[in-house]
């Protein structure tokens, strides 16, 4: 498929919990066509670091980007996690900022080991050199999920969410993270653009009230709105361009690409086709930095 024009503003590599090696990652979006990638491992750059030899060597416009967690409360004590983007599309991280992400990488290592143990509680046999062994230091809830495929306690990623590690299911580990506000903040006095990811994650179905925790965070410094992702069919896309046009946000857009972790998601297009990113998004991007 053919993607001149287009751009993908979300993507991850094996630095975190994509499939893909960088080097894999920078070929396939140079074969497809994309004028511009950016990769937002969660709570790294090593995946970025590492590709940018190899975008410069094949002239893709590669922008640096990362996936962060986050804690969003809403009224009547519910929590939300929410995923934030933050984007360094001119220039690096200030080291503030890298020394903050690593205070976040150590959050997520403890939280991994207690999952590991609550995992066990469930008489499940898992062990945290094993988990390491396929996310490293960053593994993630995907990284548990593949081996409790592996090991037949689990039939695909969604039952082991379902059953297991999901925020619904009884091993499940809450990690402890920043309230979304205080990331914002942190990305912005870092010398970088905060986004929200897929808002569609939310799962906040009154329509009002999701306007008035969008504003409040764009209120707070938020700057953009991802708009166009992999679970938000066409209608979803028009609901939150007219949210981020509202709220003065930036929209932006990107696949959520994890290679084989997500199949049916693909890179530039999404699923059947429903991410097309125009390369003005970017533009925009780099004009508010």
Same mark, same amino acid.
């Given at each position: 498929?053919?993607?001149?024009?287009?751009?993908?503003?979300?993507?991850?590599?094996?630095?975190?919990?994509?499939? +893909?090696?960088?080097?894999?990652?920078?070929?396939?979006?140079?074969?497809?066509?994309?004028?511009?990638?950016?990769?937002?491992?969660?709570?790294?750059?090593?995946?970025?670091?590492?590709?940018?030899?190899?975008?410069?060597?094949?002239?893709?416009?590669?922008?640096?980007?990362?996936?962060?967690?986050?804690?969003?409360?809403?009224?009547?004590?519910?929590?939300?996690?929410?995923?934030? +983007?933050?984007?360094?599309?001119?220039?690096?991280?200030?080291?503030?900022?890298?020394?903050?992400?690593?205070?976040?990488?150590?959050?997520?290592?403890?939280?991994?080991?207690?999952?590991?143990?609550?995992?066990?509680?469930?008489?499940?046999?898992?062990?945290?050199?094993?988990?390491?062994?396929?996310?490293?230091?960053?593994?993630?809830?995907?990284?548990?999920?593949?081996?409790?495929?592996?090991?037949?306690?689990?039939?695909?990623?969604?039952?082991?969410?379902?059953?297991?590690?999901?925020?619904?299911?009884?091993?499940?580990?809450?990690?402890?993270?920043?309230?979304?506000?205080?990331?914002?903040?942190?990305?912005?006095?870092?010398?970088?653009?905060?986004?929200?990811?897929?808002?569609?994650?939310?799962?906040?179905?009154?329509?009002?009230?999701?306007?008035?925790?969008?504003?409040?965070?764009?209120?707070?410094?938020l700057s953009g709105l991802e708009v166009?992702?992999?679970?938000?069919?066409?209608?979803?896309?028009?609901?939150?361009?007219?949210?981020?046009?509202?709220?003065?946000?930036?929209?932006?857009?990107?696949?959520?690409?994890?290679?084989?972790?997500?199949?049916?998601?693909?890179?530039?297009?999404?699923?059947?086709?429903?991410?097309?990113?125009?390369?003005?998004?970017?533009?925009?991007?780099?004009?508010?930095?």
């Amino acid at each position: 498929m053919e993607l001149k024009g287009f751009i993908d503003l979300h993507s991850h590599t094996n630095a975190s919990d994509g499939s +893909l090696t960088p080097q894999e990652l920078v070929e396939l979006a140079k074969r497809i066509g994309l004028d511009a990638l950016a990769i937002t491992d969660h709570e790294t750059f090593a995946g970025y670091d590492e590709a940018v030899q190899f975008a410069r060597a094949v002239g893709l416009d590669l922008v640096r980007g990362i996936e962060l967690n986050t804690q969003l409360d809403l009224p009547g004590g519910t929590r939300r996690t929410l995923h934030l +983007l933050a984007y360094f599309p001119s220039s690096s991280p200030s080291e503030s900022f890298s020394r903050w992400v690593e205070n976040q990488q150590n959050g997520r290592r403890e939280r991994n080991r207690a999952l590991v143990e609550s995992l066990r509680r469930q008489g499940l046999d898992i062990s945290l050199e094993e988990v390491e062994a396929r996310g490293r230091s960053l593994a993630g809830r995907p990284h548990f999920a593949r081996i409790l495929i592996e090991k037949g306690y689990a039939r695909d990623h969604q039952d082991a969410f379902n059953r297991f590690i999901g925020e619904e299911a009884p091993a499940f580990v809450e990690r402890l993270a920043p309230k979304t506000a205080e990331a914002i903040q942190v990305v912005r006095l870092g010398g970088g653009v905060p986004v929200i990811a897929h808002p569609v994650r939310l799962s906040i179905s009154d329509t009002n009230e999701e306007r008035r925790v969008i504003r409040e965070l764009s209120d707070a410094g938020l700057s953009g709105l991802e708009v166009i992702h992999s679970d938000q069919p066409p209608a979803l896309q028009r609901h939150y361009l007219a949210l981020a046009e509202e709220c003065a946000l930036l929209p932006t857009g990107g696949s959520d690409f994890h290679g084989s972790a997500k199949p049916n998601v693909h890179l530039g297009s999404g699923v059947e086709g429903n991410v097309r990113v125009p390369r003005e998004l970017l533009d925009r991007l780099r004009e508010l930095k």
